[in-house]
């Protein structure tokens, strides 16, 4: 069986566009995969975190995974910072990076170019940490969308630059893009990604909105002035995303939802669809707090560290031998 691996950050509540674009999926894969879902900390500590939201944010995003569909008897969800090889690794791979392919990452440029304070050593370095949390698990598939998809080039020719330095211990990632229609975007600017660092409250819809406060944001969402229900990325991106939201929720075609609301108005559509969205987060949210409220998450976390950490062991132990480090035995 392949193995497949994704880390999602802890710096904020996800949205529903995380949840349609990453997370729905990943309840549906993992029986065809050996799957590591890593709370990536470690990476959110690259730009300044409150200590005290950042640890609760990480038990959200842990009950986040597990509400998706995350099933701990299929899957390894577990804490990067307790996982010491991800930065062993990282560091390796560090060494054998150039500062010239860091600086190209075009999120480290648009990072630094927000910092007003000096620029962070560890932006810089980020995307050798994110290379060592796929290689140490023998990593065959990483789902990625477009806003990754450099990281993971990069991740590949580290991978193929060790391996030919060194040995051959590396497994060669690749990208699996999300499927189509799994982009969701702004909901008053739908040619923007949904985002949940946006400022605006109204552009997005957390996973842990009070549901009729995220129903009303559907019912607000820009669509356009001629009211004719159909799917049209370029000329009608408004009504495309909604109706790219609610066949993901209900898993009703496209298609038949144009069909559906073919004689009907955006009004009537947008009610349907709030309803929709107000019934998932109440389901959702139910099923996040069960978790969130129980002893059984930190269970979960534990079993996830101790399994994460047998299976990185071997990998950074066979780069820490190709590389010299240590004493030979």
């Known amino acids: 069986m392949e193995t497949l691996f994704s880390g999602i950050q802890p710096s904020g509540i996800p949205t529903l566009g995380n949840y349609i674009g990453a997370l729905k999926q990943f309840g549906e894969v993992q029986d065809d995969y050996d799957c590591f879902f890593c709370i990536v900390d470690q990476h959110a500590i690259t730009v300044a975190q409150d200590r005290l939201k950042l640890r609760k944010q990480i038990r959200q995003l842990a009950a986040i995974y597990l509400a998706s569909g995350i099933d701990p008897e299929k899957s390894t969800l577990f804490i990067q910072s307790e996982v010491p090889a991800h930065v062993q690794a990282s560091w390796m791979l560090t060494t054998i990076a150039s500062i010239g392919e860091l600086e190209r990452m075009t999120q480290f440029k648009d990072k630094a170019q927000k910092q007003t304070e000096g620029i962070p050593a560890g932006l810089l ?13 023998n990593t065959n598939i990483v789902p990625v969308g477009d806003d990754q998809k450099q ?12 391996n030919t330095r060194f040995n051959d211990i590396l497994v060669k990632p690749e ?60 000329n009608k991106p408004g009504i495309s995303n909604l109706l790219s939201i609610y066949s993901s929720l209900t898993d009703e075609s496209v298609d038949a939802l144009v069909e559906r609301y073919k004689d009907a108005g955006y009004g009537t559509f947008k009610v349907d669809l709030s309803e929709v969205v107000k019934q998932f987060l109440t389901d959702f949210q139910e099923r996040y707090n069960a978790f969130y409220n129980s002893d059984q998450l930190d269970e979960i976390l534990d079993e996830g560290r101790d399994k994460a950490q047998k299976a990185s062991f071997k990998t950074l132990k066979k780069m820490e031998k190709a590389m010299g480090l240590g004493r030979k035995r």
């Open 175 to 234: 990208i699996r893009m999300p499927k189509v229609g799994g982009r969701v975007m702004s909901l008053q600017d739908p040619t923007r990604k949904m985002s949940k660092s946006d400022d605006n409250q109204k552009n997005f819809i957390s996973l842990l909105d009070e549901p009729n406060v995220a129903a009303k944001k559907i019912k607000s969402a820009v669509t356009d002035s001629d009211g004719i229900i159909q799917f049209d990325r370029e």
């Open 125 to 137: 370095t980020y995307p050798p940490l994110m290379a060592a949390d796929i290689v140490i698990y």
């Open 151 to 162: 990281h993971i080039e990069l991740t590949r020719n580290l991978v193929d630059r060790f």
